[in-house]
């Protein structure tokens, strides 16, 4: 089969005039060409020409940046500034290849501005109609204008010190590039990403946008943490976490959401490596990384992240469109960028985005103050009540006679002991724990709650070095791909320390021998090629301490076996005691609240007592 569809292809007209192009001889390509070419790198679509025009305005010192776009900026992108401006000598420069004026000293490995190479120019010049105004202080101005690459006329231009540069009909003769363009709306929302990045890059800054005529942005220069306020979704107010952290000379600032504040995309995570925006993959990785047992796969956390870094320890050449960077010490970045995190998750662990939550984003850097702020009685979201609808009273004797709905209760005590996840009184649809504490009702998930807990357990154990494990009767052999079997067999020694015996049994099949007592009865295939592809994806520059945490939620997640079982009152308050007293109990490994607490005040509000 195969052999014959290559025998048709290499018959096809097609192959042979490719043939023919390979004996051409060799020579130097014209500079229009050479533009076009780099331009198919730089300028992929509106929003990259937009934001090589912003850079270009904020590496000439511009205190106020005007964009306005006309039909997601296929029609019309342009960029005024109020920066140093350029005299007619320096804009015809500015229109070469490789003319710039930032590598004073051809310093190229401590760049401290968003361009360097001098290309991104010429390159939007050869794909559509460039105007170039400027004037520098105390001169006239000019402007220049270039079609496709060649010059179509200049003249005085009258405007304020600075330069405005506009772009009209981009990629209107290049199809090949115009096919792949898509609708105004969707080029408009890559726009106003990218004019956002930029506008959290430089909150010292201001910025206005306008689409189609109409005003979308207005953003005075402001401290850093109010201009990300501005830009993010408000609602992290109450459900984000301040970040600042330090290490080896490295430091990480900036805004979190709460992992049970997520998103089902992951377009809101603004990263900053020495105020430039990136998009780097290592450090997406990392973002992940630090969420990862507190957040389905499938789900993405909300982020504005700050890293400053000595120039020396990064490299900013290595992308076309500089939006990935390269680290000196990958594995030390990945380890500020994780720990950091995760230290500030772990800290923040009792809170959940069902419960009402103090202003976040403008103090991140006085978390102090913030903790306090937290410190108040919970209240449940709307959402949570019609839980309650379908309970209804049966005596825990009855048990026996499998009533329908599911549900028993306690008798009320006098006084309610001081729990804070209180007393349990009943059990709702054999998944929910509803108990009475001092201040309110609260009602638990008791799966979510016992994966949480079989994972703190897991943890703790590991670190007290006594991961009990339970031997396997009957050694069972696991069949999986031979690239997911290496994986496990090289992770064999680390998934030991955490109760997990395995071996590998030729080249397509793991014997195991015992899986962590944790875990009690578990599918034990499900596991392995769960585990495998985590050790996939996870591959890296990562610390061990770290994988082994992640591994670890993989295990408990397969152990959570109590979901829909009929729990004693005795269990039930035993469950309650041990999310007490464990850390990030407040919500399950993908992130969903465990329990949520409806106070006094809300059950009177909802009998209309007040
Ligand atoms: N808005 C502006 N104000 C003042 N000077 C500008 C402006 N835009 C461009 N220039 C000048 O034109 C030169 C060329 O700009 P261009 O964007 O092509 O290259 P670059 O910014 O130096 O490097 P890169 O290709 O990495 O962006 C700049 O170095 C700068 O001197
Ligand atoms: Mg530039």
């Not at 052999?3 to 007209?13: G, H, L, N, V």
């Not at 060649?150 to 304020?160: D, H, I, N």
């Not at 830009?231 to 952290?245: A, N, P, Q, V, W």
């Amino acid at each position: 089969m195969l052999s014959e569809f290559w025998r048709k292809i290499s018959a096809s007209p097609a192959a042979s005039d490719w043939d023919k192009t390979l004996n051409m001889s060799i020579r130097r390509l014209p500079p229009e060409l050479i533009n076009r070419i780099a331009a198919g790198e730089v300028v992929e679509r509106p929003a990259s020409a937009l934001k090589e025009l912003v850079e270009n305005a904020l590496d000439a010192g511009a205190n106020q940046v005007a964009v306005r776009l006309y039909a997601g900026g296929l029609e019309l992108i342009e960029v005024a500034d109020d920066g140093c401006g350029m005299t007619p000598d320096e804009m015809r420069l500015a229109l070469e290849r490789h003319a710039t004026s930032k590598l004073p000293e051809d310093a190229i490995d401590r760049i401290t501005s968003f361009g360097f190479r001098g290309e991104a120019l010429p390159s939007i010049a050869s794909v559509s109609r460039l105007t170039v105004e400027s004037r520098v202080r105390g001169a006239d101005g000019w402007r220049i204008e270039i079609d496709h690459g060649a010059e179509a006329g200049e003249g005085p231009a009258a405007l304020p010190p600075g330069t405005r540069i506009k772009v009209e009909g981009l990629f209107d003769k290049v199809p090949a590039r115009r096919k792949f363009l898509r609708s105004p709306r969707s080029e408009y929302g890559a726009c106003l990403d990218a004019v956002k990045r930029l506008a959290m890059a430089r909150s010292d800054v201001g910025f206005t946008l306008e689409h189609d005529g109409r005003r979308v942005l207005t953003l005075a220069a402001a401290e850093p943490p109010v201009r990300v306020a501005e830009l993010l979704t408000h609602e992290l107010d109450r459900h984000g976490i301040g970040i600042d952290c330090a290490r080896e000379g490295m430091r990480l600032t900036g805004v979190i959401s709460l992992p049970t504040f997520n998103r089902g995309v992951a377009d809101q995570q603004f990263l900053f490596v020495n105020s430039r925006p990136v998009k780097d993959r290592l450090l997406v990785g990392a973002l992940r990384g630090a969420y990862r047992d507190l957040i389905a796969r499938d789900r993405h956390p909300i982020a504005a992240l700050f890293l400053e870094i000595p120039l020396d320890e990064v490299d900013v050449n290595v992308h076309p469109a500089k939006t990935e960077v390269r680290f000196r010490d990958p594995s030390a970045v990945r380890g500020l960028i994780i720990g950091g995190l995760r230290h500030a998750l772990d800290e923040e662990s009792g809170r959940s985005a069902a419960r009402e939550q103090a202003a976040a984003p403008v103090m991140w850097t006085s978390s102090a103050t913030y903790d306090q702020a937290l410190d108040r009685p919970a209240a449940v979201e709307e959402s949570g009540i019609p839980a309650f609808a379908g309970m209804t009273r049966v005596a825990d004797d009855q048990r026996l006679f499998e009533p329908a709905p599911a549900a028993r209760a306690e008798p009320a005590v006098e006084p309610v002991p001081s729990f804070p996840l209180g007393v349990a009184r009943g059990q709702v649809a054999a998944t929910y724990i509803v108990a009475e504490a001092e201040d309110g009702l609260v009602i638990v998930d008791q799966h979510a709650a016992h994966e949480r807990l079989v994972l703190e357990r897991m943890r703790a154990a590991r670190e007290g070095g006594t991961v009990a494990r339970q031997a396997l009767l009957l050694p069972e052999v696991v069949e999986l791909e031979e690239p997911d079997c290496d994986r496990l067999e090289a992770a064999a020694a680390e998934l030991a320390d955490m109760g997990l015996e395995l071996e590998r049994f030729g080249p397509t099949a793991i014997l195991v021998r015992a899986v962590p007592a944790a875990l009690g009865r578990t599918d034990v295939h499900g596991l392995l090629a769960d585990l495998a592809a985590e050790i996939a994806e996870l591959g890296g520059p990562l610390s061990l301490r770290d994988k082994l945490d992640l591994v670890a939620a993989t295990i408990a997640c397969h152990g959570s076996v109590r979901a829909g079982r009929i729990l004693s009152v005795a269990e039930m308050n035993a469950l309650l005691r041990e999310m007490e007293v464990t850390p990030r109990s407040g919500q399950c490994n993908h992130g969903r609240p465990t329990w949520v607490k409806l106070a006094h005040t809300d059950i009177e509000k909802l009998f209309g007592r007040k």
